[in-house]
């Protein structure tokens, strides 16, 4: 497996095991410009903290790692 510095919505669900409109929702939710491919969201690796706070806590992240 090839490590890349940007994930799908698709991978991100998979490696959390949730339905992948929950990720898709999330991610529109932060804070930041999220890069996109076409139709595909390209979410960095950093911004998982973030994602996995909003998932397990329903907390919200005031400041999400965007760059």
Known sequence: MVLTSHLT?????????????????????????????GLYRMIP???LPAIAARLHDKAVVEAAPCK
């Open 9 to 37: 919505t698709g991978q991100v669900a998979a490696f959390y095991g949730v339905p992948e409109w929950r990720i898709r929702r999330i991610v529109d939710s932060l804070d930041c410009d999220i890069p996109r491919a």
């Open 45 to 47: 690796r950093d911004v």
